[in-house]
């Protein structure tokens, strides 16, 4: 990581991605809808600011940053992925800790996309002013509509109730 100090997007997502079910909500989006994960927690970090962005906000995030996720960070997911079940060759505890290893790496890839959506997109006159948690759901609806995608509603309510959640921690 480098010397600078995170950004308050990448503190954001560290300690929302810790709520009960949001990884596995998360992944159940990327996995099922195609989501990037980053993007979404963009979204949910414009609502904890107040900010209601719309889905041709969201497209110019993804695509802004597509490069990187479709060159460097799906690559690493998909070896870190791979090793999960690495071949019978190479010993079982070698094969984890290169799994480690690749594991921190695609985290590092992943905070690099953030730090580079949090410098490219402001926040400041973005969207609509709204309350956080209506600002939410309506961001993540938008992020539906980018993809042209249905979102798996369990996944959706365990992301807003999470965040509903975090958003009760906030006074």
Known sequence: MSGAAPSPFWTFSLRYYAGVGVPTACLTLQDGAGVDVNVLLFALYAARCGRRISSDDVAVFIAALADWRDRVVVPLRGVRRALK???????????????????????????????????????????????????????????????????????????????????????
């Not at 590092?108 to 997109?121: D, G």
């Not at 539906?144 to 509603?153: E, N, P, Q, V």
């Open 85 to 171: 079940d690495a071949p019978a060759q190479i010993a079982a505890a070698d094969a984890e800790a290169l799994r480690n290893r690749i594991k921190a790496m695609e985290l590092e890839a992943e905070r690099l996309e953030q730090e580079a959506l949090f410098a490219r997109f402001p926040l400041v006159g973005l969207g609509e002013a709204e309350a956080p948690v209506a600002a939410a759901r309506h961001n993540v609806a938008a992020h539906a509509k980018a993809l042209g995608a249905t979102f798996d509603m369990d996944a959706v309510n365990t992301l807003i109730a999470a965040f509903e959640t975090l958003e009760d921690t906030r006074t």
